[in-house]
C-alpha cells in the first residue's frame, strides 16, 4: 500500500509541477492545487498508514497519528486561501494587462494574435 | 583632553557656518575661522613638549571589540602636518571669503571646508589606524563635495566623482591593508604597529599588505599611473584647489608613507615600488606641466611632480632622504598654496586662466604678480628661497642613493632633467602671465584684489622667504621634531644651511636653472613636438570606461534575467531536485523495514481512478472546464483516501475546501479565457516532462522512505492528554484548538487576510462581460430556474442544522468549526447562486469584512481570557455540569475558540466568493474606506 | 511567565481587527492614528521585552501552556527580540510615511499592514518549525494584498511572479516539514537539534534532504540567487511604505536559516553539522557581485534600491555561512543597519521621484527638485551609508564582516568580494546621486513638497545610521552577546527542554 | 435473529450495488444525452436507498438503532433531480 | 458471509465509479460530464458507507452526508456556469 | 390556498417538526437533552432562515401529504426496475422524445414537487419549466405554465400526460389546496 500511495504522491507532484511551468494563470493555478493535493498526502504520509484507526479515542485501540492530519488540516486551509488569492490576482492581470500570460505579455511570436477580449 | 579638542573644534566648526548662514558674508567667514583658530592655539600650546620630542597621547574607547577606538597621538609629524592644515586652513577661509561671489553659497563651502579639515585633522592625529581609515574615507567624501562645488559644470561633476572613484578605490585598498597588519600585529594600536615593524615584514603577507597599503597612498597622492584625477578635480574653486591639493588631500598619502615609514621601509620591495613610482611621477608631472596652458592644469602637474619627489625619497630609504622629504613637503605646502591662491585671484581678477590670453598682468596687479614670481622661484628653486633648500637636499640624496647598484646614476640625471622642467613652467608661469606683451581678449579688465584677499600670499610668500633666508631659526625644531617622529630612532645629522660650499648638488641645481631657461625661450619646438603625440583625455576616457561597465552589466544582468517566470520556477524545481534528490544517491535502501500495509482491488481502483483523472487533468489542460471537472476527481479520491487512512475530519476538511474551490473557479472562469491557446514548443514541453517526472520521483522516493521507516512521535502524548487536558476524544480537533491552537489562530488569520486582499484587489477592477461562452453559445436566458430557487430554499435550513451539528460534535467526532463554517457559507452561496445578489443583499445586508473582523475577535478574545487565570495564551479550559433535566453537559472554551474559527470561515468564504460574484452586478465591490 | 512575549503578535492583530470595525473604521483619520500610536507602542513594548531578554537571558513563552516539545512556543533570545525591536522601528517609519496619502490609495491599507507585523513578528519569535509555516503564510498573504496596494500594471505583474513562486515555495516547506516530522518525530526547533543528535544512519540521509529542501525556501525568501529574480520588480513595482517594510522580509529567510542551520543542524549534528554552508557561501558570494552588477545596471532608482537589498542578502547569506560568532554578530549588526537604511531609501526614492515630475526615479536628466537641499542632504546620509563609507552605520558593518571572515583563503575571497562591489555601490551611487540631483533641466520646480509625517518617517529612518555609530560600542557588544547565545545550543535546549534533554550523547 | 438481520443486509447491499451500477453502465451504454440522464437520476437513488438501508440494518446489529443513514437518502431525494433539471 | 458481499459490493461500485470515469473522459458534451462527475460523487457517498461497514465505524456518515449535501452545489455551480457563464448575477 | 403562517413565532411548523426530526436522526437519541436543544435549533433556525423563503403555499392536508410520499416511494421502486430493464436491454427498441405537459399548478414549490416526482418516476426526468420570471417582463400575469420532459421510451403520450396529472399534479393541487 505505502509503494501505491508513493507513487500516487510523486505522480500528482509530477503533474502539478508540470501545469505550473505552462505559460498561463490558470494552468498555474490548476497545477498548484494539483501540487498541493500532493503535498497534503504526503505530510499526511509522514504519519505513517494506519486502517481503521481514527484518532478518535475510544473508538479502536491503535490510533493513527494525529499531529500529521492536523498539519494537514491548517495545510488545506491555508492553501484554500492562497488558491482563492491567486485565481483572483490572475483575473486581475487579465484586466489590468489585457491577457492571462504569467509575464503579463504575450512572448514575441505570439504579439500578432493578441487574444481578443 | 585638550588634544581631542583640537579634533572636536574643526568638527563643531562644521555647524558655525550653517548656524551663521545668514549673517553678513564677513561675519560669517570670521565665525567659521574661530575654532580652527582656536585648535590652532591648542597645538601651539603643545609645540614645547611635542618639539621636546615627546609624543602626546589621548584615548577613548569606541567600539573595543573591533578595535576600533579614539585614540589621539601628538608627535612631531602630526603637529607638522596639523600645523599646515590648521593655519592654510584659516588663510584659505580669508581667501575665499572674497574669491566666492554673491550667487555661491558661501555657508555650504565652509561647512564642506570644514568638515575637510576634520577628516584631514583626524588623519594625522589618530594613533589607531581604523581611526585613521574612517577619516581617510572622510576625505574622499568631503573632497567629493568641495570638488562638485560647482554642481551646475559639467567638469566639475565629472571631476568630483572621478575623484571619488579613484581615492574611493584606494581607500578599500588600503583598509584591507590596514586589516591586515590588525592581524598580523594582533592590534590596530598604531604605537604596536609601529613598534613591531620587524614581525611585520618578516610575514608571508608583508608583499599584499605594502602593495594594498601603496595603492591607498598612491591614489590619494595622485602619484602615476593614479595621476590622472588631480588635473580633473581642479574644476573646484581655486580656494578648494589651493587647500587640497597643496597642503592637505594630496598629502594625506604621503603622510601615509612617513607615518608607516618605521613600520614599512626598509625592505628592497619598498625601495622599489616607493622610489620608482616617485620618479616616475617626478618627471611625468614636471614634463607635462609645461604644455598646459590653464595655469591650475600647470600648477597641478607640478604638484604632481613635486609629491612624487617626496615620494621618490621617501623611496630611497635612507635617514636623510626622508628628512629632506619631511622638508620638502613644508616647503611645497607654502609656495604651492600661495601659487594657487594667485593663480585664483588672477582668475578672479581678469576673467581667465588661459595662459595664452593672460600677457603682461605686471601693469595690472605688480603686488600679486611680485608674490606669484618669488613663490615661483621658489617652485623652480632659486636660490635664497625654500624650495632651494629642500632641492638640493634631494640632490644630494639622488646621489648617494645606490638603488639601482651599477645603474644608480641614472637617478641623479633624471632627478635633474625633471629640475630642468620645473625652472621651465616655472619661468612659463612667471614670464608668459605677467609679461610676454599684451593681454588677449579678457572678458575684464585685470586689476589688484581687495586688500584682504591677497593677504593669505602674502603670508606664504614670506614664508617662503623666511624659510630660505633663515631655515634654521624658522623651521629647525619643527623638522627635526618632524623627522624624529618619521624615523622612530634618533635623527641624523643634517645642516640646514643655505650654502654646503660648492658641490655636485650645486652644480645640479645650476644646470637645472640654465637647462630650464634654454628649454622655456626654445619652447616653441617643443611645443610643436608634444602636439603631434596624441593627447589622452583622462575625463573623456574615464567617463567612457564607465559608461562600457554600466552597458557590460546591463547585459548580463538581461542575460541572466529575462523576466519570464518560467525559467524562476526551472531555477527553484532544479534546486528541489539537486538538494532533496542528492542526499537520496547515498541512501543505501530506500525500504526502511517496516511492514507494508496489503493492496486490494478497490485501493487499486482508487489508486487508478486518482493517476488516470491527475493525467486527464494534464492533457485536457487547455479546454479549462474540463480539466475543473478532472480535478476535482482529483479532490475526491484524495478525500476518499483520506478516509480510507482513518482521517475523518481531514476528509470531510478536503471535501469543503473541494466544493468552495470549484464554485470559486467557476466563477473566475467566466472573467478568463475558457481555453488556453497551444504556446509551449516541443522541446519545452519535453524539458518540462523532465524536471516534472524528476522532481515527481524524487518526492515519492523520499515519502515512501518515510513511510516504511519505523519512528516515535509526539503524538502519543497527544493521544494520552487530548481527554484529560484537552476535554475532547478526537484528538484531531483538539489539537487544532488546544495542543496547537495558536497554528489554527494563525491559520484563520491568513484565511480572513485572504479575503481582505482579494476585496482589494477586486475593487476598482476594470471588468468586461463575455456575452457568451467558449464555444460561442449564447447564454440561456433563464437566470434563475425555478427549480433551483425552490429547492435552495428548502435546503438553507436544513443545512444549517447540519453545520450546528456538525459545530458542536467536532470536539468529540469528527467536524469543527471550520467545517461547520463552510457548510454554512456553501449554503448560503446557494442562495446567491439560486437567487442572485440582489434578492440576497434585501434579505441579507452584511458587510463581511466586519464578520471576519468579529470572528477574528472572538477567537482572539478567547485566547487572551485566559490571561484572567495567569495562564498564557490560548490555555484551554473545560468542565462537566449536571443540569437537572438534561443531564451532564460539557463546557469548554475551546468551543468558543472554534466559535471564531467558525466566523472567520463565514465571514472569509462569503467575502470572497460573493465579492467575485457581485463584479458582473450593480453592487461590485469598490474602496469606500475613505467615508 | 511573562505575556510580554507574544505582545509583538498580538497588539498587530488586534489593531488590525478594530480598525475593520466601527467606529474605527469610517475616518480615515481614525485609521490612521489608531495603527501609528499601535505601533509606538508596539516599538515600547519590544524595547522593553529586549531589555527583559538581555537581562533575564532566554525565555519561552508555552502557547496553551503546553510545555515543549509538545505544545508550540515562542523563544525570545536577544537575537529574535532584537529583529522584532527592528521591524517595529521600521514599521513606525513606514506607516507615517504611508498615513501622508498613500494609505488612502486602496482598501485595507493598516489592517493588511498591521496583519502583515504579526506574521513577521511571530516569524521571528517562534520556536516551532510548523507554526513558523503558519506566520511565513500569514506574512506572505499580507504581504500579497499590500504588494498590489494602490494598483497599477507593474504592481500586477510583479504580484503575480511574486505570488506563484512564493506558493511553490509553501509547498518545499511543507515537503521539507513532513520529511524532518516523519523522521525526527517532532516539530519543535530545539527538540528536532535533540533528536537530530541521536539519529539512527539510515535516517541521515533522508533528514539531509529535508534540511536542504528548507535551504530552497529560506533562500527564496531571502533573494538568494538564483532565486531572487523576484525582488527587484516587486520591491520596486511595491507602493513606497510597502517596500519599506518589505525591506525586513529578505532579513526573514535570513534568520531562519541562521536559526534553523545554528540549531538544528549545528556542532552536536555530528554527519549532518553545517549542511547549508557549502551551499551558502558561493551562492552568498555570487549573489553580492550579482547585486553589485544591478546596482550599476539599473535605470531608476528604486531597481537600484533593489539590487542594494539583494547585496545586503548575498553578504548576510555569506556570513551565515561562515559558523562563528563574530559573523554572526556581524549579521545582527549588518541586518539592522541594512534593513533601515535600504527602506529608507525606498522612501527617499518616492519623494525624489514625485519632485522630479515625470522624470521621477529614472535615472535621466529632469526638472529641477523644489527641496533639493533637503532631498540632496538625505540621499547624501543614505547613499553614504549603505556604501559603508564613514562616518554612518555602514562602515562598522563593513569592519564587522571582514573581520569576521574565517580561514585565510575564505577571507581572501570575501574580503576581494566585499570590496570590489562596495566599489561598484560607490561608482553607482555616486551616478545616481549627480544624475538625480546635478543634471536639471529647466528652472521651475513642480509644486510637490515633502510632506511633514513623510519627512519624520525620513528623518525617524535615516536617523539610525548615526545613531548606530555613535553607539556602536554597545550594539555590538549586544550582538557578540545575541551571537554567542544562539550559539550555545546547549544551553537554550536545556532552558527549553529541562536538563534531561542533551544533546550531547550519540546513539 | 442476528442470521436474519444479516442475511438483509447482504441482500439490500447487493440491491443497492447492482442498481448503482446499472445507473452507471445507463451512463456509460446510452446513446444520447438525455437518455443518458434517465440512469442515475433513477437507479443511483434507489442503489443508494438499498445500501443505506444495508448500513442501517447492518449498525443496528452492531450498536443501538441506527437511523441516519436516512438523512442522506432525503438529501439525495431533494437534490438528486435538480441537478438532472439544471442539465 | 457479510465480509465476502461487501467486498463484492465494493467491486460493483468501484467498477461503476471508473465507468463514470470513463463518460467524464469521452464526454463528448461538457453535459455529459458533468452528469458523470456529479454521478461519481454520489457513487462516492456508497463506497464511503461502504467503508464504514467495512470499519464498523459511524464516523465516515458524516463525510457522506457532506458529499449529498454539497456535492450538489458543486454541480450546480458547473450548470448555471453552463447556462449562464455568470454564476452569481 | 393560504400563504402566512397561522402563527408569527413559528412560521412554517412542519420544516420545524422536520428540522427537529434531523437534529435527533443526527444525534442517533431521543434523549432529553438532544429533544431540548433540538427543539431550540428547530425553533430558532427557520426563524433566522425565515428571510430566504418567499411567500409559498403552505400544506393543508398533511396526511394526504403523506399518502403521496408513500406512493412517490412506490414509483420509485418500480421505476428504477423498468429503466434498469430498459438500460440493460437492446437499444434500438427504445423511442426517447420531449413530452410538453400543460400544468394547472402556479406556484413554484407545488410545480418543483411535481417535477422532481417527474424526474423520480418511470420513464421520465423533467427538463424545463416555461415560461420563467426572467423570460416574461411581468412574471405574476403568466396563466399558463409548462413542464417539458423527456421520455425514455414514448407509447402513448396523452396518456402519459393523463397519468402525470392525474396521479402526481391532482394530489399536489389537494395537498396545497390550489
Ligand atoms: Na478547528
Ligand atoms: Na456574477
Given at each position: 500500500m505505502e509503494s501505491l500511495l508513493a507513487g500516487c504522491i510523486g505522480f500528482l507532484t509530477a503533474c502539478g509541477v508540470f501545469l505550473l511551468l505552462r505559460g498561463r494563470t490558470f494552468p498555474v493555478v490548476v497545477g498548484l492545487t494539483m501540487l498541493a493535493y500532493a503535498v497534503n498526502l504526503f505530510l499526511f504520509s509522514s504519519g505513517r498508514l494506519t486502517l481503521q484507526g481514527a484518532a478518535v479515542l475510544g473508538t479502536t485501540e491503535h490510533y493513527a497519528d494525529p499531529l500529521p492530519q492536523a498539519l494537514v488540516l491548517t495545510a488545506i486551509v491555508i492553501g484554500f486561501a492562497m488558491t482563492a488569492y491567486l485565481v483572483i490576482l490572475a483575473i486581475r492581470a487579465r484586466a489590468d494587462l489585457g491577457n492571462d500570460h504569467v509575464d503579463g505579455k504575450l512572448p514575441g511570436n505570439q504579439m500578432s494574435r493578441k487574444e481578443s477580449r | 583632553m585638550t588634544l581631542l579638542w583640537i579634533l572636536l573644534l574643526p568638527l563643531l566648526g562644521t555647524l558655525v557656518p550653517l548656524l551663521t548662514a545668514n549673517w553678513r558674508r564677513s561675519a560669517c567667514a570670521m565665525a567659521t575661522a574661530i575654532p580652527p583658530a582656536f585648535a590652532l592655539m591648542i597645538l601651539l600650546y603643545h609645540a614645547s613638549a611635542v618639539f621636546a620630542g615627546e609624543s602626546l597621547r589621548y584615548s577613548l574607547a569606541w567600539i573595543p571589540l573591533l578595535g576600533l577606538d579614539i585614540s589621539i597621538r601628538l608627535d612631531g609629524l602630526a603637529f607638522l602636518f596639523s600645523l599646515l592644515i590648521l593655519g592654510i586652513g584659516l588663510l584659505i577661509i580669508l581667501y575665499a571669503r572674497y574669491y566666492l561671489?554673491?550667487?555661491?553659497?558661501m555657508p555650504r563651502f565652509y561647512a564642506y571646508l570644514m568638515l575637510f579639515m576634520t577628516a584631514m585633522m583626524g588623519i594625522v592625529l589618530s594613533n589607531n589606524i581604523l581611526q585613521l581609515w574612517f577619516f581617510w574615507e572622510l576625505t574622499s567624501i568631503s573632497s567629493f563635495l568641495l570638488i562638485s562645488y560647482w554642481w551646475h559644470k559639467s567638469e566639475a561633476r565629472r571631476g568630483a566623482r572621478m575623484a571619488l572613484t579613484v581615492t574611493g578605490a584606494g581607500g578599500l585598498c588600503l583598509l584591507a591593508a590596514l586589516l591586515l597588519l590588525g592581524q598580523v600585529t594582533g592590534s590596530y594600536d598604531l604605537d604596536v604597529i609601529l613598534a613591531s615593524g620587524a614581525v611585520i615584514q618578516q610575514h608571508s603577507w608583508y608583499p599584499l599588505i605594502l602593495v594594498l597599503f601603496l595603492l591607498g597612498c598612491f591614489t590619494k597622492s595622485a602619484q602615476f599611473p593614479f595621476h590622472f584625477w588631480l588635473p580633473n578635480a581642479m574644476a573646484a574653486p581655486t580656494p578648494v584647489s589651493a587647500y587640497l591639493h597643496s597642503a592637505t588631500m594630496v598629502k594625506a598619502g604621503i603622510f601615509l608613507l612617513a607615518r608607516f615609514y618605521p613600520a614599512m621601509a626598509g625592505t628592497d620591495l619598498w625601495f622599489l615600488l616607493v622610489s620608482l613610482t616617485g620618479l616616475t611621477t617626478l618627471l611625468v608631472g614636471a614634463y607635462l606641466a609645461l604644455f598646459k596652458h590653464d595655469l591650475k592644469g600647470l600648477l597641478a602637474y607640478s604638484t604632481i611632480s613635486h609629491l612624487g619627489l617626496i615620494t621618490l625619497l621617501f623611496g630611497m630609504g635612507t635617514d636623510l632622504a626622508a628628512v629632506a622629504g619631511v622638508f620638502h613637503i613644508i616647503n611645497h605646502a607654502t609656495f604651492k598654496a600661495s601659487l594657487f591662491m594667485a593663480a585664483g585671484i588672477i582668475d578672479h581678477e581678469s576673467g581667465s586662466r588661459d595662459m595664452r590670453k593672460l600677457n603682461g598682468l605686471w601693469h595690472f596687479m605688480p603686488i600679486t604678480a611680485t608674490l606669484a614670481m618669488v613663490a615661483a622661484a621658489a617652485m623652480a628653486g632659486v636660490p635664497l628661497l625654500n624650495g632651494f633648500l629642500s632641492k638640493e637636499m634631494f640632490f644630494v640624496e639622488t646621489l648617494q642613493q645606490h638603488l639601482l647598484g651599477s645603474l644608480s646614476w641614472i637617478i641623479p640625471v633624471l632627478a635633474t632633467i625633471a629640475g630642468i622642467f620645473s625652472v621651465a613652467y616655472s619661468m612659463r608661469f612667471i614670464h608668459d602671465v605677467f609679461f610676454n606683451g599684451k593681454p588677449k581678449g579678457l572678458t575684464k579688465t585685470p586689476h589688484e584684489p581687495p586688500r584682504y584677499m591677497r593677504m593669505p600670499v602674502e603670508v606664504l610668500v614670506v614664508l617662503c622667504i623666511l624659510v630660505g633666508v633663515a631655515p634654521g631659526y624658522i623651521v629647525g625644531d619643527l623638522l627635526h621634531a618632524a623627522s624624529l617622529a618619521v624615523l622612530g630612532t634618533d635623527v641624523p645629522e643634517y645642516s640646514l644651511a643655505i650654502w654646503h660650499g660648492f658641490n655636485v648638488a650645486l652644480l645640479m641645481s645650476i644646470v637645472a636653472l640654465a637647462g630650464g631657461a634654454l628649454i622655456y625661450v626654445n619652447r616653441k619646438h617643443l611645443f610643436d613636438f608634444q602636439n603631434t603625440l596624441p593627447g589622452v583625455d583622462a575625463i573623456t576616457t574615464f567617463e567612457a570606461a564607465m559608461k562600457l561597465l554600466a552597458k557590460r552589466c546591463q547585459q548580463i544582468y538581461g542575460w541572466l534575467d529575462n523576466g519570464s517566470l518560467q525559467r524562476y520556477l526551472v531555477f527553484l524545481l532544479m534546486a528541489i531536485v539537486v538538494l532533496a534528490g542528492l542526499p537520496l544517491l547515498q541512501l543505501d535502501t530506500l525500504f526502511g523495514g517496516r511492514p507494508e500495509l496489503p493492496v486490494d482491488a478497490v485501493n487499486a481502483a482508487g489508486a487508478a481512478m486518482l493517476l488516470i483523472s491527475a493525467f486527464a487533468t494534464v492533457v485536457f489542460h487547455r479546454q479549462r472546464v474540463v480539466a475543473l471537472l478532472m480535478i476535482s476527481v482529483v479532490g475526491l479520491m484524495v478525500s476518499i483516501a483520506f478516509t480510507r487512512f482513518s482521517a475523518p475530519d481531514l476528509a470531510l476538511t478536503q471535501l469543503s475546501v473541494e466544493v468552495v474551490t470549484i464554485i470559486l473557479l467557476m466563477l473566475a472562469l467566466f472573467f478568463l479565457p475558457h481555453k488556453t491557446p497551444k504556446q509551449s514548443s516541443p522541446t519545452r514541453v519535453i524539458r518540462d516532462i523532465g524536471l516534472a517526472s524528476m522532481v515527481g520521483v524524487v518526492i515519492g522516493s523520499i515519502s515512501y522512505a518515510i513511510m516504511t521507516r519505523p519512528f516515535n512521535t509526539i503524538s502519543d502524548y497527544f493521544l494520552a492528554n487530548s481527554k484529560t487536558g484537552g476535554g475532547g476524544t478526537n484528538v484531531v480537533n483538539v489539537i487544532l484548538v488546544d495542543f496547537r491552537g495558536f497554528d489554527t489562530f494563525g491559520e484563520i488569520a491568513v484565511l480572513g487576510i485572504a479575503s481582505l486582499g482579494i476585496f482589494k484587489l477586486l475593487t476598482r477592477i476594470p471588468v468586461f462581460k463575455p456575452s457568451s461562452d467558449g464555444e460561442g453559445r449564447p447564454w440561456a436566458l433563464e437566470r434563475h430556474p425555478v427549480l433551483l430557487a425552490t429547492v435552495s430554499q428548502s435546503l438553507l435550513p436544513l443545512a444549517l442544522m447540519v453545520s450546528v451539528f456538525i459545530f458542536f460534535r467536532g470536539h468529540n467526532l469528527p467536524g469543527g468549526g471550520f467545517i461547520a463554517g463552510l457548510v454554512t457559507a456553501v449554503a448560503l452561496i446557494l442562495q446567491y447562486i439560486a437567487h442572485g445578489v440582489e434578492w440576497v443583499k434585501s434579505r441579507m445586508n452584511v458587510e463581511y469584512q466586519r464578520v471576519v473582523a468579529v470572528g477574528l475577535m472572538v477567537a482572539l478574545v478567547t485566547g487572551v481570557a485566559s490571561w484572567v487565570f495567569g495562564k498564557p495564551f490560548l490555555t484551554s479550559w473545560f468542565d462537566y455540569f449536571d443540569i437537572p433535566i438534561l443531564g451532564k453537559i460539557e463546557l469548554a472554551s475551546a468551543i468558543a475558540f472554534d466559535a471564531g474559527v467558525y466566523i472567520t470561515v463565514v465571514g472569509s468564504t462569503l467575502l470572497i466568493l460573493a465579492s467575485l460574484g457581485k463584479m458582473t452586478t450593480s453592487h461590485r465591490p469598490v474602496h469606500t474606506e475613505g467615508i | 511567565m511573562s505575556h510580554l512575549i507574544i505582545a509583538p503578535i498580538l497588539l498587530p492583530i488586534l489593531t488590525a481587527i478594530l480598525i475593520m470595525l466601527p467606529p474605527i473604521h469610517y475616518s480615515p483619520m481614525r485609521r490612521r492614528w489608531v495603527s501609528m500610536v499601535s505601533t509606538v507602542i508596539l516599538l515600547i513594548l519590544t524595547g522593553c521585552l529586549l531589555w527583559q531578554t538581555q537581562t533575564d537571558g532566554i525565555a519561552f513563552y508555552a502557547l496553551g501552556n503546553w510545555q515543549p516539545p509538545y505544545g508550540i512556543i515562542l523563544v525570545a533570545d536577544i537575537f529574535s527580540v532584537s529583529m522584532v525591536c527592528l521591524t517595529s522601528f521600521l514599521a513606525l517609519g513606514a506607516i507615517c510615511y504611508g498615513s501622508a496619502g498613500e494609505d488612502e490609495k486602496g482598501s485595507f491599507f493598516h489592517p493588511l499592514f498591521q496583519f502583515q507585523l504579526m506574521g513577521i513578528n511571530g516569524a521571528f519569535l517562534t520556536g516551532d518549525l510548523f507554526n513558523l509555516f503558519v506566520f511565513f503564510e500569514v506574512l506572505l498573504i499580507a504581504s500579497y494584498g499590500l504588494l498590489v496596494h494602490a494598483g497599477g500594471k507593474n504592481k500586477t505583474k510583479a504580484a503575480v511572479h511574486y505570488v506563484v513562486l512564493n506558493l511553490a515555495g509553501s509547498a518545499v516547506f511543507l515537503f521539507s516539514l513532513g520529511i524532518l516530522y516523519g523522521t525526527l518525530g517532532t516539530l519543535n526547533i530545539a527538540d528536532m537539534a535533540v533528536q537530530v543528535a541521536k539519529l539512527p544512519p539510515e535516517n541521515l540521509m533522508l533528514v539531509k534532504s529535508g534540511g536542504l529542501l528548507l535551504l530552497i525556501v529560506f533562500a527564496l525568501k531571502a533573494a538568494l540567487l538564483p532565486l531572487q529574480f523576484w525582488l527587484p520588480a516587486t520591491y520596486s513595482a511595491a507602493s513606497p511604505p510597502v517596500a519599506a517594510l518589505f525591506a525586513v522580509m529578505t532579513k526573514i529567510g535570513i534568520y531562519a536559516l541562521l536559526r534553523v542551520y545554528t540549531?538544528?543542524?549545528?556542532?552536536?549534528?555530528?554527519?549532518?553539522?553545517?549542511?547549508a554552508s557549502d551551499w551558502l557561501w558561493p551562492l552568498g558570494l555570487a549573489t553580492i557581485m550579482l547585486g553589485a552588477i544591478g546596482v550599476l545596471a539599473s535605470q531608476d532608482l528604486r531597481k537600484l534600491v533593489a539590487n542594494l537589498v539583494i547585496i545586503s542578502v548575498g553578504t548576510l547569506v555569506t556570513l551565515v555561512a561562515i559558523e562563528n560568532s563574530a559573523a554572526t554578530s556581524a549579521v545582527m549588526y549588518y541586518t539592522i543597519h541594512s534593513t533601515l537604511v535600504c527602506g529608507a531609501l525606498f522612501l527617499l526614492a518616492d519623494v525624489i521621484g514625485a519632485q522630479r515630475g515625470k522624470a521621477g526615479d529614472r535615472l535621466v536628466p529632469g526638472r529641477r527638485m523644489a527641496q533639493p537641499a533637503l532631498l540632496g542632504t538625505l540621499f547624501m546620509v543614505a547613499a553614504v551609508t549603505v556604501a559603508g563609507l564613514p562616518p554612518l552605520s555602514g562602515f562598522v558593518g563593513k569592519l564587522m564582516i571582514l573581520q569576521a571572515a574565517g580561514t585565510p583563503s575564505q577571507q581572501l575571497l570575501l574580503w576581494t568580494i566585499v570590496l570590489i562591489s562596495s566599489l561598484m555601490v560607490l561608482i553607482g551611487l555616486s551616478r545616481a546621486g549627480s544624475v538625480l540631483f546635478w543634471r536639471v533641466s529647466g528652472n521651475e520646480a513642480g509644486p510637490e513638497r515633502v510632506l511633514p509625517l513623510q519627512a519624520f518617517a525620513l528623518t525617524w529612518l535615516l536617523l539610525a545610521a548615526p545613531l548606530m555609530v555613535v553607539f556602536a560600542g554597545p550594539l555590538t557588544e549586544l550582538s557578540f552577546a545575541a551571537a554567542e547565545q544562539m550559539r550555545d545550543i546547549q544551553t537554550s535546549i536545556t532552558i527549553i527542554l529541562g536538563d534531561a534533554a542533551s544533546v550531547g550523547e550519540q546513539p | 435473529m442476528q442470521n436474519w438481520i444479516e442475511w438483509a443486509v447482504a441482500f439490500f447491499l447487493l440491491l443497492g450495488g447492482s442498481f448503482v451500477l446499472i445507473g452507471s453502465i445507463g451512463l456509460t451504454r446510452m446513446p444520447d444525452f438525455f437518455m443518458r440522464l434517465h440512469g442515475p437520476t433513477k437507479a443511483t437513488t434507489l442503489g443508494m436507498g438499498g445500501i443505506l438501508l444495508g448500513s442501517i440494518f447492518y449498525f443496528s446489529l452492531q450498536q443501538s438503532v441506527s437511523v441516519n443513514e436516512l438523512l442522506i437518502t432525503i438529501f439525495l431525494l431533494i437534490t438528486a433531480p435538480i441537478s438532472a433539471h439544471m442539465l | 458471509m457479510l465480509n465476502q458481499v461487501i467486498f463484492l459490493v465494493f467491486g460493483m461500485i468501484s467498477l461503476a465509479l471508473l465507468l463514470n470515469l470513463w463518460r467524464l473522459l469521452i464526454g463528448p458534451s461538457l453535459p455529459d460530464r458533468i452528469l458523470a462527475l456529479d454521478t461519481m460523487f454520489i457513487n462516492s457517498i456508497a463506497l464511503i458507507i461502504l467503508y464504514g461497514l467495512l470499519m464498523g465505524s459511524p464516523l465516515y456518515f458524516e463525510a457522506a452526508l457532506l458529499i449529498a449535501m454539497l456535492g450538489f452545489v458543486s454541480t450546480v455551480a458547473v450548470c448555471k456556469f453552463l447556462l449562464r457563464g455568470d454564476i452569481i448575477e | 390556498m393560504r400563504v402566512t403562517p397561522r402563527f408569527s413565532w413559528l412560521p412554517t411548523p412542519y420544516r420545524s417538526v422536520l428540522l427537529l426530526l434531523v437534529w435527533l436522526l443526527l444525534n442517533q437519541s431521543i434523549e432529553v437533552v438532544h429533544l431540548f436543544f433540538g427543539t431550540i435549533l428547530a425553533l430558532v433556525i427557520p426563524w433566522i432562515s425565515a428571510k430566504f423563503r418567499d411567500p409559498q403555499p403552505l400544506i393543508e392536508r398533511p396526511f394526504l401529504a403523506l399518502r403521496y410520499i408513500l406512493r412517490v416511494f412506490g414509483d420509485i421502486v418500480t421505476a428504477n426496475a423498468q429503466v434498469a430493464i430498459l438500460i440493460l436491454?437492446?437499444?434500438?427498441k427504445l423511442n426517447p422524445a420531449f413530452v410538453r405537459i400543460p400544468l394547472d399548478l402556479q406556484h413554484d414549490l407545488p410545480i418543483t414537487i411535481l417535477a422532481s416526482t417527474v424526474s423520480m418516476t418511470p420513464g421520465t426526468v423533467s427538463a424545463d419549466v416555461y415560461p420563467c420570471h426572467d423570460t416574461e417582463p411581468d412574471a405574476k400575469e403568466i396563466t399558463q405554465r409548462w413542464l417539458l420532459i423527456h421520455v425514455l421510451n414514448l407509447e402513448d403520450e396523452a396518456e402519459l400526460i393523463a397519468t402525470i396529472k392525474s396521479r402526481y399534479e391532482a394530489p399536489l393541487k389537494e395537498i396545497f389546496q390550489c
Open positions: - | 561671489s554673491e550667487q555661491d553659497s | 540549531t538544528i543542524f549545528g556542532e552536536q549534528a555530528g554527519p549532518l553539522a553545517g549542511i | - | - | 436491454g437492446p437499444q434500438r
